[in-house]
């Protein structure tokens, strides 16, 4: 079955950067769109960036756009987030989420969270 499995989250300066990975298995590959999401205690869940696995278009958020860059390895079945000149606003929880529809990788779904079927279980990064 589908799983999806963050990791490169911790503690960075203001200004510095940091990568997160996305390690995604039991999928078909090709065809998906994969997305970034980060969620604070008492806020909705924020949609970041999306990449079509099958093509690479990706689609950013307003607030990130031009700091983070979304970026996959098909070889490793992996996605990325580099994130750089992070703020203290970018703490958050970090999830990875993939849906098999890829219709929906559009910046019109950026902040549409409930069309992804698979999420991975976050990974912190906290920013001071």
């Known amino acids: 079955h589908v799983q999806l499995v963050e990791s490169g989250g911790g503690s960075v300066q203001v200004g510095g950067s940091l990568r997160l990975s996305c390690v995604l298995s039991?999928?078909?590959?090709?065809?998906?769109?994969a997305g970034w999401f980060r969620q604070t205690p008492g806020k909705e869940r924020e949609g970041l960036a999306l990449?079509?696995?099958?093509?690479?278009?990706?689609y950013y958020a307003d607030s990130v756009r031009g700091r983070f860059t979304v970026s996959q390895d098909r070889n490793k079945n992996t996605i990325y987030l580099a994130m750089s000149r992070m703020m203290p606003e970018d703490t958050a929880m970090y999830y990875c989420?993939?849906?098999?529809?890829?219709?929906?990788?559009?910046?019109?779904?950026?902040?549409?969270?409930?069309?992804?079927?698979?999420w991975g279980q976050g990974t912190q990064v906290t920013v001071s």
């Open positions: 989420a993939l849906t098999t529809r890829s219709q929906y990788c559009s910046s019109s779904y950026l902040n549409a969270p409930r069309v992804y079927n698979y």
């Open positions: 039991g999928y078909t590959g090709g065809g998906n769109c």
């Open positions: 990449i079509y696995t099958g093509g690479g278009s990706s």
